[in-house]
């Protein structure tokens, strides 16, 4: 009875930008996509059989062992000294070198997307993403009733030769958006030359960048290529990292790296936000880190994920009926699939859900003119042998819309 008194009362008026804001749908699609009959590639999700799910149990039963009152006690906003001390010997051994001050331990790199659009981002302001761009940044963004300014990819990644047309009306953007390495949803990675020309770009028009690397760690085949912030001489960049992908998400660990004033701005909008990250789990992480063999760790990750890329690719080339064509990538969790001629993907969905096999229509990723002859397929999350059979379940729903 209190249940259905309360949804008789009249609704509240919510702020202007929910207006802008919609669910995401990779959120909405896991919900039925994620059954167990399903061979779901929709999701973003690591290998679960990879977790280190001993050593992370013993890391935490040391720490609270050892210092238990303190790690269940409140922290720091900036985030754990010794966690904070690892990331940055980390990263220098990648060439990214910054001091301890210049790191603020996030809940995943996805709270690093809302600091930086809380610090950055008046409504009104214009914010220069690739086209297609990863659905929860132009979420977070949107809710900040910003304007896109959209830029074409291509297999090198963003079409840096197109930001110039960008900067000379009325209003200047005010930050440029890219997930660089083995991009999401498209599994590209932008190139060397690129990466140079976008440092300069951004350095001549005093325009931040926000580098968004989850996937960064996971180059399975190719040579490694500089973070954008390795690059950067003059602080025009912000990068964002996270165990997610390379340890377990449910830690929801993550990090900004930066120049020391945007650093401590974004660590005021956290203290109004959340106070600072779980103690434990940070705790826990920095005493994990000390002594697992985390790349070896890497390299395991590194290999299953190869394999199970071209398990998927070889398995994209047997099945898929002529017109269609996906994305090579050399690392991270996912593939780009465009359809033939005609199709939308939208309204293969719901045939492939039919036939237990489930994807993410690309519509959704695109900031401006969403188009639905793309698809997004993970492989990091299904061993080969499921990886295989999906496809070739995939490819018969494609080949009947084609009859």
């Known amino acids: 009875m209190l249940a259905a008194r309360l949804s008789a009362l009249p609704a509240f008026p919510l702020a202007q930008r929910m207006s802008r804001m919609k ?10 996509a994620e059954r167990p009959d399903v061979l779901s590639f929709a999701g973003g999700l690591p290998a679960p059989e990879l977790f280190p ?23 720091t906003t900036e985030g754990y000294g010794p966690l904070r001390e690892w990331i940055t010997s980390h990263l220098g051994e990648g060439g990214l070198h910054a ?12 709270q690093g997307i809302e600091l930086v659009a809380k610090v950055m981002l008046d409504p009104g ?9 990863y659905l929860a940044a132009l979420q977070t963004f949107s809710g900040f009733e910003v304007d896109f300014a959209v830029v074409g990819s291509d297999n090198d990644g963003m079409r840096v030769d197109d930001l110039e047309r960008l900067v000379g009306g009325e209003r200047k953007p005010k930050l440029i958006y890219l997930v660089p390495n083995f991009q999401n949803p498209k599994g590209t990675t932008l190139s060397l030359e690129r990466r140079h020309a976008l440092v300069r770009f951004a350095q001549r028009h005093r325009i931040l960048i926000l580098e968004d690397n989850p996937y960064g760690e996971l180059r399975f085949r190719g040579e490694h290529l500089p973070s954008l912030a390795s690059l950067d001489t003059e602080g025009v960049v912000i990068s964002l990292g996270s165990f997610s992908k ?11 790296v930066g120049p020391r004033e945007l650093i401590r701005h974004l660590t005021v909008i956290k203290q109004a936000s959340d106070l600072h990250t779980a103690s434990l789990a940070q705790r826990a992480a920095a005493r994990l880190l000390t002594r697992f063999d985390f790349n070896a760790h890497l390299e395991t990750l590194r290999a299953v994920y190869g394999e199970r890329c071209q398990t998927m690719l070889s398995a994209l080339e047997k099945h898929m009926p002529a017109g269609t ?23 293969l969905f719901p045939l492939a859900l039919d ?19 793309f698809m997004r397929l993970n492989y990091s999350n299904r061993p080969s042998e499921l990886i295989e059979e999906g496809m070739r379940r995939l490819g018969a729903v494609i080949a009947s819309q084609q009859q």
Do not use: C
């Open 23 to 32: 669910a995401s749908a990779v959120r909405e699609i896991l919900k039925v």
């Open 99 to 110: 001091a301890t001050d210049q790191v603020l331990i996030t809940n995943g790199s996805q």
């Open 246 to 256: 390379v340890l377990a998400p449910g830690l929801r660990l993550g990090w900004a």
């Open 355 to 373: 036939k237990r096999v489930a994807f993410v229509p690309g519509s959704p990723f695109f900031a401006s003119e969403p188009r639905s002859e």
């Open 325 to 347: 064509r996906w994305t090579v990538p050399e690392g991270g969790m996912f593939v780009w699939v465009e359809l033939p001629r005609g199709m939308s993907a939208d309204t």
């Open 125 to 133: 302001d214009v914010v220069i993403v690739e086209n297609p761009s």
């Open 53 to 75: 799910v001993e050593a992370i149990a013993q890391a935490h039963a040391e720490v609270l062992a050892d210092d238990g009152r303190a790690a269940l006690q409140y922290s």
